[in-house]
């Protein structure tokens, strides 16, 4: 898979111009070898640490992390991908493992069950977003090529469609 960056558009575009110069590649195909996600500077960024069980804030203009509370239930050992709902004020992840959607208190930290084990059936989900104007979460499963929407109060999952692998790799 690549890398995903998070960096301001203003970073991203000195070190696309930086190392076009140095390795003498387009910066369209430099683009094409990592997934950006843009930062805005004075905006909350959070990460997940599966390893400590711990919900993060990242401070974009210092690059430090701070937890959010006390760590997350010991059940969920590897949690990837986050999503934020700004109705419901919830972050939510998915624990690959237990294949089990999780809300976490934005403020604590500390995470919640939706629905039991909903997401059966897709061994390595690692993708999640929140889409404000039908109230769903989306997640893609690599390993079925799948991708699916998750009602954020039951946890019920709907196929909604197989992409096509990605021709990068």
């Not at 701070?66 to 992840?93: C, E, H, K, M």
């Amino acid at each position: 898979g690549r890398v995903v960056v998070y960096t301001t558009p203003t970073i991203l575009g000195s070190f696309l111009r930086k190392y076009s110069a140095l390795s003498g590649l387009d910066e369209d195909v430099l683009r094409r070898t990592f997934i950006y996600r843009p930062v805005k500077v004075g905006a909350s960024v959070y990460g997940v640490d599966a390893t400590r069980r711990y919900i993060y804030t990242l401070a974009a203009a210092t690059a430090v992390c701070t937890p959010l509370g006390a760590q997350f239930n010991s059940a969920w050992t590897n949690v990837f991908s986050l999503a934020y709902d700004p109705t419901r004020d919830v972050i939510f992840g998915l624990d690959q493992l237990d294949k089990q959607l999780i809300s976490f208190n934005r403020t604590t930290g500390q995470g919640t069950s939706v629905g039991a084990g909903t997401l059966v059936g897709y061994p390595q989900v690692r993708s999640l977003a929140y889409r404000a104007s039908n109230d769903r979460l989306y997640a893609g499963d690599q390993a079925t090529d799948a991708l699916v929407s998750i009602h954020p109060v039951t946890g019920a999952v709907t196929p909604v469609v197989t992409v096509a692998p990605d021709p990068l790799g």
